[in-house]
Structure formats: structure tokens, C-alpha cells
């Protein structure tokens, strides 16, 4: 009887460790399959990552971390709408595996509503002890993947992700590479603690790329870019079918303004990594590249495929780029703008950021609906924080070419406001445009302005001096005739050939503003009775000037003409006395 108890205990203490190893077995085989799902992920082959993670899903559909992953993949490949379906039917399936919870955190910080992404973090983080680090990690990477926010808000997710980030997992390389991540954001002027900790996380992880890569990404920025080069080159060393070292490489080149090389490390890149996010990847970069038609082209293309949100969104950004003022064309990539807000904003229950405000504005400016296309730019370009530089120039140069001149003023002076600062280009169109809406006091000082800095500019002179010619049409204090003789004066006769017309238009003028004079000075009683000394130079001054005229257009017989009039006029008052009081 003993003997028989022993052999049924013997049987179940088998059975239990058949059990045990098979379910061990299990666990080793999910998180080498998860692992080779985030592999993919970080790969950018997020087509096959979401294969690979509904495979797991069918096998095993109470996974939660399986749910979990594939929603990140979703959100990395930019489907929102994917992303949640994902977190919700993990948090079905398995209610326990709180990351899910933090998952839907990820989308209510992409809607900019911190209170219930925070809530759903404190239910991520009501789980086991062990998991518990993990949350923490992964509530950092929510806060760093909130990219389409504000600098001030980027900045304020980054602070709570290196909160969350120091409860992480000790020792974690992805803990290292997402702190190196915030403080990116957090510290604007100095990059040094980011890249430190890039060396900290390939310090743990030998093998992989990705610290390397992140640290070009930071020089990349500070534009160091053959230092971003030699980083990029020494990530690939590592892993030479690692498709993300290509991309990135291929950009450097973008960003050093070599557009060939940049387009073969692009094709290097799509050749390790052929599928439709490496395609989309591929639309971004000719866009980087300022390849704007083949953009438009390749993105069509792929929208017949899948639809994929974002290109509506490249399309647009790409039209509005061109800067064709083609009426058709612009309302075509205000319709692909209007598909971009319904398939990608408005589920993300956000409002436009300020570039999306100010390329939805292009549009709608070259369209024809100007005053709704400033509403949108001027808002984007009061956000100084957002504001890119270029936006300004671009704004000013539509606003001049369509004459809204006092627009043109506004931009310039918004441009200031952030800057501090006015460069020559921008001196010279707030110059024109206080001109060209009658401002010429304005323009005047403005050109002085640029004069200082550039003596050798000679349209600045002749500006000045149409604007006197404007300001004081009867030349009552001298400047009119000052600014045109000091225009004049500063050719070379290279420049006599080009301004001929300008000049003896000038002449025309200083000769009809001194025949004035003198007919003016006539009728004064003082000259009357001191035999018109004054009239007689005025007019003598005048024969001067039709001479220089004549000599520039000798075939105008009207000029001479002119000229024996008042030559005979003068010698007709030369022959008058003065009267005796």
C-alpha cells in the first residue's frame, strides 16, 4: 500500500514538472517571439512586426503584453485609430496586464489631455511588484512618443518621462536611450547629458545600433554633421542590415545638401526594409529633400496600396511647399489637407499645430481665399515658441507678390519680435512694402538704415530719392535734389549704361523742379526790384539739367527745344535792370 502511495506521489511530482517545463518552455518562447516583434519594430518594418504580433495573438489571445507591443508598433507606424483598438482588446482579453492602461495613456497625451493620461498611468500602475518598473518605463516612453505638441509641452511631458524613467528597471538599456530622449528636450543648450547617456545605454547594449544612432541624431541637430556621420558610420559597423543606419544616413547627406547621395543611402534603406512603412519613410525623405514632385508621385502611389493617413498630409505639405501659384494646384493639396484633418487630427481630438495652421493657410491663400489663409498663418506665426523663421519669409514673399504691402509690414515686424534682429532681405521688402503703401518717411529710414550697412548699394540711393521726390514734391528742403545727385554721383559707368532711363529722368526732374522754382521766385516782389538774381540761377540750373538730359537722349528734339526757350528767357531777364527805390 506505502508502495503504491509512493509511485502515485512519484507521478505527480513528474506530472508537476512536466508542467513546470512546459510552461517555462512557453514563457522563454513568448519573449523571444515579443523580442523578435519589437526587433521588427525597431527595424521600421512595422507590416511585419504587425504580422508577427497578430501570430502571437491568435496563439495565445489572453497575451497582454503581446496587445500591448502591437499597439506601440501601430503608433510608431503613425495609426492612432490601430493603436487603440489594440490596447482596448488587450485590456479585454486580459484585464490583469496593466501596460494597456498605460497604452491608452499614450493616446490621451497625443490629444494633449495630461489629467486622463495620468489617471490611466496610476491604474498601469497598480500591478505586481515585479511589472511595476517596467509601467514606469513605459509611462516615460508615453511622454516621449507625444511629438505633435508645443515646445512647452514637449518640454513639461519630458520632465514627467524623467520622473517616471528613474523607477524604471535598474541597468535597463532602453531606460538610457529614453532618458537620453528627454533630456534632449529638457536641456535646449546643452546636449551633453543626452549624448552621455547614449553612451551609457550602448555601454549595456554592445550590440546595438541604436545608441549610436541617437547620438548622430543630436549632432545632426546641432549641425555637426560630419561628427553625425562618423556615429552613423560606427552604427552600422555594428549591424550592417540595421535599415533605420541607412535612413539616417541618407538624411545627413540631405542635411549637408548632397541630394544624390542622399536619395542612394535611401534606396539602401528600402532595400533591407521593402514594405509600405519604409516606402512612407522613403516620401518623408523626399520631401526632407525638397524633392517635392517625386513626393507627390510616390505618395499617390502608395495611397492606391493602403491608406495611409499621414501621406494626405505629405501631399498637402508638399504642394504648399512648391510654392505654385496655380489656383488648381493649390485647391487639389487643400483637399488632401482637408483628408489629413479628418484621418489624422480629428482622431487624436487635437486642434492644428502651428505648421499644420501655417501650410493649411498657403493653400488657402494661393487659392484665392487670402483673408482665411491669414487668419491660420497669423496665428502660427504669433506662436513665436513654433514659429520657424522660414515661415515668416515664406509669408512675406506670397503677402508682396499679391501687394498686400501693410500684411508684409506686419510679418516683418512679427519676425523682429521673436528674433530681435532684421537681415538685409528683410530691411529691403519692409523698405519697398512702407513704400509701396505710401509710408515713404518710413521707407526712407529704412533705407538709410541698409545704406549704412552697405554704401556700395546703389538702388538704395535711387530709392531714397524717389522717395523725396514723393515726400516734398516742390523740393522745399534741398533733399530731393541731394539724394538724386548722391545717386548719381556713386556710378560707375557700368551703372551709367544700366540706370540711362533713370537717369535722364532724374535729370527731367531736378530741370522741371528748378523751372518752378524760378517761376515761383518771379513773382516775388524782392526780386522784382533786385533784377531776379535768384530766377536766373533757378533757371539756369534747370538749362543745366535738360542738357544732361539731352546728352543721355541726344535724338529728343523736344529737349532742345526746351532748352532755347529758357536759355532765351534767361537772357531776356539778364537784360532787365534792377528797379530803383
Not at 505648421?355 to 487670402?370: D, I, Y
Amino acid at each position: 500500500m506505502q508502495m503504491e502511495n509512493n509511485k502515485k506521489t512519484m507521478k505527480k511530482t513528474i506530472y508537476r514538472i512536466l508542467l513546470m517545463t512546459i510552461a517555462v518552455a512557453a514563457q522563454v518562447v513568448s519573449a523571444q517571439t515579443i523580442q523578435e516583434g519589437r526587433r521588427l519594430t525597431r527595424n521600421e518594418q512595422f507590416e511585419d512586426a504587425e504580422v508577427a504580433f497578430n501570430q502571437m495573438i491568435a496563439a495565445k489571445p489572453k497575451n497582454g503584453e503581446a496587445y500591448y507591443w502591437a499597439g506601440i508598433n501601430y503608433l510608431e507606424s503613425g495609426d492612432t485609430i490601430a493603436a487603440a483598438k489594440m490596447f482596448n482588446e488587450g485590456l479585454l482579453r486580459a484585464p490583469k496586464y496593466s501596460l494597456n492602461q498605460v497604452g491608452k495613456g499614450h493616446l490621451m497625451l497625443r490629444a494633449n489631455k495630461l489629467t486622463e493620461a495620468q489617471a490611466l498611468f496610476t491604474l498601469g500602475l497598480k500591478t505586481g511588484k515585479k511589472l511595476k518598473p517596467t509601467v514606469n518605463r513605459e509611462i516615460g516612453r508615453a511622454y516621449l512618443m507625444a511629438s505633435e505638441m508645443s515646445k512647452a509641452i514637449k518640454v513639461r511631458n519630458a520632465k514627467l518621462a524623467l520622473e517616471a524613467l528613474k523607477l524604471g528597471p535598474e541597468g535597463d538599456f532602453e531606460v538610457k536611450l529614453l532618458e537620453g530622449d528627454a533630456l534632449f528636450i529638457v536641456n535646449d543648450e546643452d546636449k551633453t547629458p543626452a549624448v552621455t547617456k547614449y553612451i551609457e545605454s550602448g555601454y549595456i547594449n554592445g550590440e546595438s545600433p541604436i545608441p549610436l544612432l541617437r547620438e548622430a541624431l543630436v549632432y545632426q541637430r546641432v549641425r555637426n554633421l560630419d561628427l553625425a556621420m562618423i556615429r552613423v558610420d560606427e552604427a552600422l559597423q555594428k549591424d550592417a542590415n540595421f535599415a533605420p543606419g541607412y535612413r539616417q544616413k541618407a538624411e545627413v547627406f540631405a542635411d549637408m545638401k548632397k541630394r544624390d547621395s542622399a536619395v542612394i543611402y535611401f534606396k539602401e534603406y528600402l532595400k533591407r526594409n521593402n514594405n509600405l512603412s519604409a516606402r512612407r519613410k522613403y516620401v518623408n525623405a523626399l520631401f526632407f529633400n525638397q524633392q517635392y514632385n517625386d513626393a507627390i508621385m510616390e505618395a499617390k502611389e502608395l495611397l492606391k496600396i493602403k491608406e495611409i493617413p499621414t501621406l494626405y498630409g505629405v501631399i498637402a505639405y508638399a504642394i504648399a511647399e512648391k510654392m505654385d501659384t496655380s489656383k488648381a494646384l493649390n485647391k487639389e493639396g487643400l483637399e488632401y489637407f482637408e483628408k489629413y484633418e479628418e484621418k489624422v487630427v480629428n482622431p487624436a481630438n487635437r486642434g492644428l499645430s502651428a505648421s499644420e495652421k501655417f501650410f493649411k493657410g498657403a493653400l488657402l491663400h494661393r487659392s484665392g481665399n487670402r483673408d482665411a489663409g491669414w487668419e491660420l498663418q497669423k496665428q502660427a506665426l504669433t506662436d513665436t515658441a513654433n514659429a520657424s523663421n522660414r515661415w515668416y519669409d515664406l509669408a512675406r514673399e506670397m503677402n508682396y507678390s499679391s501687394r498686400n504691402y501693410p500684411r508684409v509690414i506686419e510679418i516683418i515686424l512679427m519676425k523682429y519680435s521673436k528674433t530681435k534682429a532684421t537681415p538685409s532681405l528683410d530691411q529691403f521688402f519692409l523698405a519697398m512694402s512702407y513704400r509701396l503703401s505710401g509710408q515713404y518717411s518710413e521707407s526712407n529710414q529704412i533705407f538709410s538704415q541698409i545704406l549704412q550697412k552697405d554704401t556700395s548699394y546703389l538702388k538704395g540711393y535711387h530709392y531714397l530719392a524717389l522717395n523725396w521726390a514723393l515726400l516734398d514734391p516742390k523740393d522745399s528742403t534741398g533733399n530731393v535734389e541731394q539724394a538724386y545727385l548722391t545717386w548719381m554721383g556713386r556710378m560707375k559707368d557700368a551703372d551709367k549704361v544700366t540706370y540711362k532711363k533713370d537717369m535722364e529722368y532724374a535729370y527731367l526732374t531736378l530741370a522741371d523742379l528748378k523751372s518752378k522754382k524760378g517761376a515761383e521766385s518771379l513773382q516775388l516782389k524782392e526780386e522784382k526790384e533786385g533784377g531776379f538774381p535768384k530766377s536766373k540761377e533757378l533757371y539756369k540750373k534747370s538749362i543745366e539739367y535738360y542738357k544732361m538730359a539731352a546728352e543721355l537722349n541726344p535724338t529728343d528734339t523736344s529737349l532742345q527745344d526746351q532748352i532755347n526757350i529758357l536759355d532765351k528767357f534767361v537772357k531776356d531777364l539778364e537784360k532787365r535792370k534792377p528797379k530803383k527805390r
